[in-house]
């Protein structure tokens, strides 16, 4: 059943509505990936699910979906990759396999081309890339693989620390970026049939969830289950990582708009929320360490010497977000939003710092929409504007976002 209606997300004055064009239900299981892939006059999205079958939706002249193509595969559907150049679909199943089809020009037919035995395991990732005809793939055997897209061959693999759940490619440099679940993100910079490991790094107190790459500005994007996306300087080459706070559950997808330098981030939580990266942001401080409050002298509980000498009762440790100093509840009593540092909620400032923040530094730099749904997957389509979001309730939602990413 397909629903047409308008819906008005959560919104402060002034800011601008989504609309919400198209509602797809109809399915008993949950969905695990979609995209878009037809043109402009027909949308139609892929979509898979976690019961082994391939549906293509199409929009009829009626106006509403159907699907026009439906295919059971010989295991459970773990992710996909879709090429609209080629009409390529390859699909990463549960059983370790990567099947690969060709959908007709209609839309109407898929053709089986081949398998790839990629993985010991589920296929947690697939990336296809055009220009150099490979199918990049992660799993849950920790293995990362390539393969000849034209021959099947296995070009070559690269074991990470743990089980990878983020994979995006730079073309022009051939370097690939993974994120696992232990919070680490691994580059690779990969030749025809070996890989070399550039470096490792970690930034987020929980497992990457999502990764989003900028070719242009050379920033790497990565969402977390620590409610977080951190932006890496990859291009500066000075480990500059900004962190963006605006989730309340773990990321779940990212999208980068790079006419505008907008990304979006949306959560588990149901939360879409468009940052403006086209603003000029501060690195979040490193807390600092002390035995005392670092504004009125007073103990923490744990120094024992200090509260003896001094006949005072020790105090709880807490930290300045804008400076990094340690504090104690009373000298950081007020709340405030620090957006440059990527706080667009209030947190913990110390006194001094709350006098200095002005009017100015606290304006809001991101836009926060509610879909009403807690998002599982997302597909979003630059040249069109429009967002695709799949829930937990087994509903994929099409979103006209041109009104907040224009």
Known sequence: MIIVRRLTS???PGELKRVLWFLIQGSSCSMCSFSVNSPASRLGGNWITKFRTVRVWLKRDSGQYWPSIYHVMPSPCSCMSFNPETRRLSIGLDNGTISEFIL????????????YQ????RVTMIQFVLELEWVLSTGQD???AWHCSESGQRLGGYRTSAVASGLQFDVETRHVFIGDQSGQVTILKLEQENCTLVTTFRGHTGGVTALCW????RVLFSGSSDH????????GRKGTAIELQGHNDKVQALSYAQHTRQLISCGGDGGIVVWNMDVERQETPEWLDSDSCQKCDQPFFWNFKQMWDSK??????HHCRKCGKAVCGKCSSKRSPIPLMGFEFEVRVCDSCHEAITDEERAPTATFHDSKHNIVHVHFDA???????SGTDKVIKLWDMTPVVS
Do not use: C
């Open 10 to 12: 959560l919104l402060k």
């Open 104 to 115: 007709s020009e209609d839309y109407n037919k898929m053709t089986p081309v081949k398998n």
């Open 118 to 121: 990629a993985h010991q395991s």
């Open 142 to 144: 920790k293995q990362f």
């Open 214 to 217: 900028d070719p242009v500005q």
């Open 228 to 235: 977080s996306v951190i932006m890496w300087d990859i291009g």
């Open 312 to 317: 005072k009762i020790g105090l709880r440790q």
């Open 383 to 389: 040249t069109r504007g429009w967002l695709l979001t």
